[in-house]
């Protein structure tokens, strides 16, 4: 008998709660981390965003944005990559999540399990 495995309706809700499941955070890079995770789409682990879109989403400036992202960078938590446009322009960051891309669709005890280890 073949058993099917649903895949998650909503993947985008699991790199949400990995984001929000991040402990020892002081609130601004919290803010910053769950922001970040919310604007991927169908469960990716990378996003594009500059600093000042992000300084409006979360109601901060963008030395307090900049600041939050060295925190998490510092913890290992986002690893953001600068873009340049072809004239040498500066371009929105991308910014990669450090979530192990299978925990986005693993089942909620699987991804549980991955967040403590």
């Known amino acids: ?4 495995i649903r895949s998650d309706p909503e993947p985008q809700m ?3 709660r990995w984001a929000i499941a991040q402990t020892g955070l002081a609130a601004r890079p919290k803010l910053v981390l769950v922001t ?3 604007a991927c789409n169908d469960g990716a682990t990378t996003v594009t965003l500059s600093k000042a879109r992000l300084a409006e989403q979360t109601s901060m400036d963008r030395k307090s ?11 290992g938590l986002v690893h953001a990559e600068h873009t340049t446009a072809d ?5 929105a960051n991308r910014y990669h999540l450090a979530i192990d891309p ?3 669709s693993a089942s909620p005890t699987q991804t549980t399990g991955q967040q403590h280890e």
């Open 65 to 75: 944005v900049s600041l939050a992202i060295t925190t998490l960078r510092q913890r």
């Open 14 to 16: 699991r790199v949400i």
């Open 36 to 38: 970040l995770a919310a």
């Open 102 to 104: 299978d925990a986005a």
């Open 87 to 91: 004239d040498g322009g500066t371009l």
């Open 1 to 4: 008998m073949t058993r099917h």
